[in-house]
């Protein structure tokens, strides 16, 4: 007969889980503290435990990882309030099978994991396999990396669970490719997959995206119009670049989120939405809300789970078989010499998966078929001693400096009156001198970040829009 561990300091929960155990003809035994569970000698004797996240005079993450080495074939499930999904999350790293989340909202659930589990029994290795089987129908590349597999493996876990996910991850390392692995895996997977970039879109044609609108809200609001969240109820809405949204829109992001209400544009009437959100972001939102440019609250609600891509540079031995699967997709027959392939191994790829596809494209595009691709036939950035970019404006750090001490001894020349000039004129080469500065600070950004312009957006605080305003190239 199977024998399943309860540990719950909650006498009416253990006494239902035992209870529904027995219906079902196996064995409980229920310890409702740390010690109590002390008192049991023998843990290989367990299928199945269930494991509380919070007992009075014990962590059960404690508990977790105690059973991992007395039984480590257990599987076990902890429990969890949705205040502490993310200490569940944990446990799933430290070994634990799964989490459901108290109170009990659906019996046949936990019926049917407690089934699961017990038949899978000795060995998991099927469930451990399904994960890559998804990935492999979807065209998802996890490779030989051992972090890969690992967010994978936790993606698949936590894509049934009715719960936010928040993706970060760099430009190009697949947080899209993520986000449709997740919703394949749910339960949702027969519901549409909706993706909008909130980057890509003015504030007012966002909001009109997301919430839909009535008919006369804006001029061309000919007819009343669904919004992402209507259409996604059954679904998953994806929420790209999160952190591009403005603090406006941020409002009624986080009322959808608490609520699963919202108002189309124009209307009065107060629509519900059941989407799943999966949100993510190339930046780091804890960093974007210390500069006031993201709500905290907001942060607070999307953040349940949070899963971080590894960048490329971080998987040097999955390039290898990257380079021989964007060859095969592409159809192309030349192949890299090993000098070569060292090469795209030790490069850093800022700009990841993307970029690295970009190079094998353009590198097959000029050579002939079948050729052998040596490291001379690399772009520039690869080959060099250096891996710096090409783009890294070097003038204007030394000139304006004496650029603006000539503009603060003019300034100060008219303020003592050694010099005539009316205010406006004044305060026109002001206004020149502030455009100069800016253009002048973003250069010099720029010329230390190597001519990166993500990177240099994010350290001035400003969008890639507005250093091309800046730099006059808008």
């Not at 309030?81 to 046949?108: L, M």
């Not at 699963?260 to 209307?267: A, L, N, V």
Request: proline fraction near 4%.
């Amino acid at each position: 007969m199977k024998h399943i561990l309860i540990v719950e300091d909650e006498i009416e929960l253990g006494r239902f889980l035992s209870r529904l155990i027995e219906l079902k003809g196996f064995k409980s035994t229920h310890v409702k503290s740390g010690d109590e569970l002390d008192r049991i000698s023998d843990f290989s004797s367990f299928q199945l435990a269930f494991i509380d996240v919070r007992l009075p005079d014990r962590n059960g993450i404690d508990v977790l990882k105690m059973m991992k080495r007395q039984a480590p074939h257990c599987p076990c499930v902890v429990m969890t309030g949705y205040s502490t999904v993310k200490i569940a999350v944990d446990a799933i790293k430290h070994g634990a099978t799964d989490f459901i989340e108290k109170p009990f909202e659906d019996i046949n659930a936990i019926d049917q994991l407690m089934d699961r589990l017990l038949l899978d029994q000795p060995s998991n290795a099927g469930e451990e396999a399904k994960y890559e089987r998804i990935a492999q129908e979807l065209g998802c590349f996890l490779g030989t990396s051992r972090p890969m597999h690992q967010l994978y493996e936790l993606a698949y876990k936590i894509a049934p669970k009715q719960i936010t996910v928040l993706i970060e991850g760099e430009t190009g390392t697949g947080k899209e490719v993520l986000t449709k692995f997740i919703h394949a895996a749910s339960e949702r997977s027969a519901g549409p997959l909706l993706n909008i970039n909130c980057g890509a879109l003015s504030e007012s044609l966002l909001e009109s995206e997301l919430f839909g609108h009535v008919k006369g809200a804006f001029t061309g609001a000919l007819t009343d119009r669904a919004g992402f969240f209507e259409a996604a109820s059954s679904g998953t809405l994806f929420l790209d670049e999160v952190a591009e949204a403005s603090l406006s829109t941020q409002v009624k992001l986080l009322r959808v989120l608490e609520t699963g209400e919202f108002m189309k544009i124009g209307g009065t009437k107060t629509e519900r939405t059941s989407a799943r959100i999966i949100a993510a972001s190339h930046v780091n939102l804890e960093e974007a809300v210390q500069r006031g440019a993201f709500r905290e609250d907001l942060l607070f609600r999307l953040d349940v789970v949070k899963l971080i891509i590894p960048p490329l540079r971080e998987r040097q031995e999955d390039i290898p078989l990257l380079v021989d699967l964007f060859l095969k997709r592409y159809g192309e027959t030349i192949t890299f010499s090993p000098d070569a392939l060292e090469l795209l191994s030790q490069y850093d790829w800022p700009g990841n998966m993307r970029e690295l596809s970009n190079v094998i494209r353009r590198t097959a595009a000029i050579s002939s078929e079948g050729a052998v691709i040596t490291p001379d036939l690399l772009p520039v950035r690869l080959t060099g001693q250096t891996k710096s970019f090409p783009v890294a404006p070097s003038v204007e750090p030394v000139r304006f400096p004496d650029e603006w001490n000539k503009f603060s001894k003019k300034v100060m020349d008219i303020y003592n009156g050694q010099e005539q000039r009316s205010l406006d004129d004044v305060l026109s080469l002001i206004k020149k001198m502030e455009k100069r500065t800016a253009a002048a600070l973003i250069k010099k950004s720029l010329h230390e970040t190597a001519g990166c312009r993500k990177e240099t957006a994010q350290k001035l605080g400003v969008t890639q829009r507005r250093i091309r305003y800046y730099l006059n190239e808008t």
